[in-house]
């Protein structure tokens, strides 16, 4: 995938603790990571706005069945986060 630099503004405390744990090599990937997760909750806001015009308001059952999809999305999110650190982690010690 193609980049490009972006200047973006952070709260300068936030900006050091992320950077403090992910070492300076990854704060751009975890910032990519933090926006992309966002984007993608967004757009399940969007569906489920698109849904309710629709159909009305959600059932109980379809309510648990969105929680689950959300955990297991979450948990898709933790586990790709987990992999590129130790994969940092590995360059680092590599180096």
Request: a negative charge; charged letters at 35%.
């Amino acid at each position: 995938m193609a980049t490009k630099k972006y200047t973006v503004t952070l709260p300068e405390e936030l900006a050091e603790e992320i950077r403090s744990e992910v070492g300076p090599g990854a704060f751009s990937a975890y910032v990519t990571r933090a926006i992309e997760r966002q984007r993608e909750h967004d757009r399940l806001g969007e569906l489920v706005a698109w849904m309710q015009e629709g159909g009305g308001p959600l059932t109980e059952e379809e309510q648990a069945a969105a929680a689950a999809e959300l955990r297991e999305i979450e948990q898709w999110f933790e586990e790709r986060e987990s992999r590129a650190q130790d994969v940092a982690q590995g360059g680092a010690e590599a180096a």
